[in-house]
């Protein structure tokens, strides 16, 4: 299969997306400008987009990420560990099985949310969140036999492990100082605490789409050797999402 971005789309109810902690109202035109920007830069890094169509009854439905994990031609559909967005996952699961994809769905009582799951060759790091529970951890192994999975202890008031660490390309870990449950042989991208946001990225081939506004972790990542493609992520950031939690990538 081709490069493939699963992503979903920002409609009316995304002003009541769930949010820990008011960061101001999200504005919609914004909110949408900057979600298209995201899309194109995934279409420069060479990815074919699958956009969903949102449903005004799932007001986090933009965060498509949390809605799957996908290894190889195989994907798990979650079952998320905030009730209020299980509904989410029916389109997701349709848009896979059309893909064509061996798809699975999470059974209750297991919970886990895709934004807790950080593969990084055959293991699968998965933040033992709110969101996640260790029956979606027993899931995930599982449904993926010949992966590793690896729980991750997240520091306090981390909503998901990709909150504070992402892998945009096979190999290359980007993670924030203050995150040391996961040793591992890969190139590692630091970046300072208070950056932790953008160490969330994503990335393909030598391009790495990087949330603007965090010049440090810009110039750590162009230091590795990539080209940086920042896009102003701040109407998604309010309803607490980042860059990965926009997409299912199928990376092909
Ligand atoms: C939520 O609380 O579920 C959404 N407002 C944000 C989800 C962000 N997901 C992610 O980073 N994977």
């Known amino acids: 299969m081709t490069p493939t971005a699963i992503v979903g789309a920002v409609t009316a109810s995304t002003v009541d997306a769930t949010r820990r902690e008011d960061q101001g109202r999200i504005d919609l035109g914004r909110a949408r400008e900057q979600h298209a920007a995201y899309v194109a830069a995934l279409e420069t890094l060479g990815y074919t987009i699958v956009a969903l169509p949102g449903d005004e009854a799932n007001p986090d439905g933009v965060f498509v990420e949390d809605q799957a994990v996908v290894v190889g031609e195989r994907a798990l559909v979650c079952r998320s560990g905030h009730p209020g967005r299980r509904a989410e996952a029916d389109a997701v699961e349709q848009a896979l099985i059309t893909l064509g994809l061996d798809v699975v769905r999470m059974p209750a009582p297991a919970t886990l949310d895709g934004g807790d799951v950080l593969r990084l060759g055959s293991t699968l790091w998965v933040g033992r969140s709110d969101r996640t529970n260790d029956a979606g951890l027993a899931v995930l192994a599982e449904v993926f036999p010949t992966c590793e999975v690896r729980r991750v202890v997240l520091p306090n008031d981390v909503l998901h492990l990709k909150c504070v660490c992402s892998s945009p390309v096979p190999g290359v ?41 965090y010049p440090r972790v810009e110039a750590a990542i162009r230091a590795a050797g990539f080209e940086v493609l920042p896009v102003d992520m701040s109407e998604i950031r309010k309803g607490d999402g980042s860059l990965t939690c926009l997409s299912i990538l199928i990376r092909g």
């Not at 203050?178 to 990335?203: H, K």
């Open 173 to 213: 870990l980007v993670v924030a100082d203050g995150l040391s449950a996961i040793d591992l042989p890969e190139r590692v991208i630091r970046v300072a605490f208070e950056d932790r946001w953008a160490a969330n990225v994503v990335g393909r081939g030598d391009q790495v789409i990087v949330g603007a506004g």
